[in-house]
């Protein structure tokens, strides 16, 4: 059955799957090519009528995940320039004023959609949410730093999304004061942004950050992947000379220019960057929360087998090049020494990626919640039987959404279901009133640990790991 609902800008018609009423691909703003390229996120002109709103809109212009990463996180290519649109799944439309939750993906800043099948937002919707999710500018296109275009204008994009849930959500019957935003990886990145954003006050109540840590870089830091593509494009490094590129050809200079970085080994990559402006001067010391936001946030417990084991970078790592990366990375001795004595059988790989979780984003986290009025912490620690990637990154994702099938490439055919329920409840509970089910963040730093077959709170995990840290 179809349906249709009046925004602000228009009439939009969606249809009920399964009892739940589901609208997808809304523009929230201008598309961002022609004269709105390399620009903040441009007001939409009102039409008139009734637009559809049944298929998923264009995804941002990207490439795949390069091999073998492909194969465990297929990507949505959808073409067309209407790439700044997002997804309603609401339980009904009637003045209900319930609980919203705004997904914000992950891809380090250069992959993703809205569209994946493992975010499908029915589960939310069941359990008496409102849940959207939203496409944003990626790569070169949202978060290139140019001297002559706005900076973070994927960020950019994400607010004006806010700002249409803001508006508009009451109309899908949702709570415009009851809004939490929550994101993996990239999206958690995004969220801890906004946390620091002026220009974000007051759009959300609660945010929820999955794998993602509170990490700002310098413009200077943020523009060294565009003076690599402008030097193999033969363009000068301005918005202008880029814009005049054929976006294919972009977007394989763009692939070329990353393929050596990655989240936790570095190198060459897109970030939300110190601007002064959207993101404020002081953000990349420290970020600290507005008392009024609660927070949930955690990491799962081997982040690193995602981009180590798949890749065989476990494997390769013996004692020379792991005393290498640890001189890279700075990792001073004392730190080094202690992880390997409290594994005494693991390998210089397994050792290396525990380190790395651990400095880039585990105990990150932990900061951030020290910094915040109110606070729960949480890890993922369910191992996946699949290509051996264990408690690995992005994991969490199918159980948070209760969409295990559509998660069977990272958790395999027999994930188990209990946990998904009790994670996704916990998830829903954190959106209606702030308690998730455990204790707050405190001096005890309780720790919601989620596993198979059971859960449980543990206070201080690896306590003398993380400490070193600080």
Known sequence: MEIVVSTRLGGVRGRVEEGIAVFRGIPYAAAPFGKHRFAEPAALEPWEGVRDALEFGPTAPKRPYRPPLDELIPEEDIPGDECLNLNVWTPALDDGRRPVMVWIHGGSFRNGSSGFPLYDGRAFARDGVVLVSLNYRLGVEGFGVFPDAPDNRGLLDQIAALEWVRDNIASFGGDPGNVTVFGESAGGISIAALLASPRARGLFKRAAMQSGPPQIMTRDEGAAIVKLMAESL?????????????????????????????????????????????????????????????????????????????????????????????????VPGRIARLYRANRPDAAPGEVLGEIATDMLLRAPAHRLADAAARAHVYEFAWRSPVRDLGACHALEIGFVFDTLAAGEQLAGPDAPQPLADAVHRAWVAFAAHGDPGWPLWDETRPVMTFDHPESRVVPAPRHDELQAWS
């Open 234 to 330: 033969g363009v000068p490094p301005t918005a202008e000379a880029f814009a005049s590129v054929d976006r294919e050809r972009l977007l394989d200079a763009q692939a070329e220019a990353s393929a050596k970085g990655s989240p936790l080994g570095g190198g060459p990559g897109f970030f939300i960057v110190e601007d002064g402006q959207v993101v404020p001067s002081g953000a990349r010391e420290g970020i600290a929360p507005p008392e009024d936001v609660a927070l949930l946030l955690g990491t799962n417990r081997e982040e690193y087998r995602l981009w180590f084991v798949p890749t065989g970078v476990v494997d390769r790592i013996n004692r020379l090049t792991f005393r290498l990366a640890l001189l890279k990375f700075r």
